[in-house]
């Protein structure tokens, strides 16, 4: 089982940068693929961002391709969504989850892939 806690949101400006940390509870974190979604008010959960179990693999939303890092790491139990030339459109809920099941071959898109997910934490990005 895997307990995961979201820290690093906050408010900034359009341009600006904000990273986002999600740690991780469990001795098996680094079995797991793990996604970064994103809920704006009104709208559906979106997905952003996902990396694979061994960190060497990730794939992003169009949206967010250039400007937003997912990376992570194992020894720390914890990964990271460093996001850069940040939008009035990317105002939203972060969340990070883990793959329901250990050593996917496929980076999941769907929240429905993912069993375990943290609170969230707000970001705020005003024009």
């Known amino acids: 089982q895997v307990q995961l806690v979201e820290s690093g949101g906050g408010s900034v400006q359009a341009g600006g940068s904000l990273k986002l940390s999600c740690a991780a509870s469990?001795?098996?974190?680094?079995?797991?693929?793990m996604g970064w979604f994103r809920q704006a008010p009104g709208k559906e959960r979106e997905f952003v961002a996902a990396?694979?179990?061994?960190?060497?693999?990730?794939y992003y939303v169009d949206s967010v391709k250039g400007r937003f890092t997912i990376s992570r790491d194992n020894a720390e139990n914890a990964v990271y969504l460093q996001m850069d030339s940040l939008k009035p459109e990317d105002t939203a809920l972060y969340y990070c989850?883990?793959?329901?099941?250990?050593?996917?071959?496929?980076?999941?898109?769907?929240?429905?892939?993912?069993?375990?997910w943290g609170q969230g934490t707000q970001v705020t990005v005003s024009s």
């Open positions: 990396i694979n179990w061994r960190g060497s693999s990730t």
């Open positions: 469990g001795r098996t974190f680094s079995s797991y693929n």
């Open positions: 989850a883990a793959d329901s099941s250990s050593y996917g071959m496929l980076l999941r898109t769907s929240g429905n892939g993912y069993h375990y």
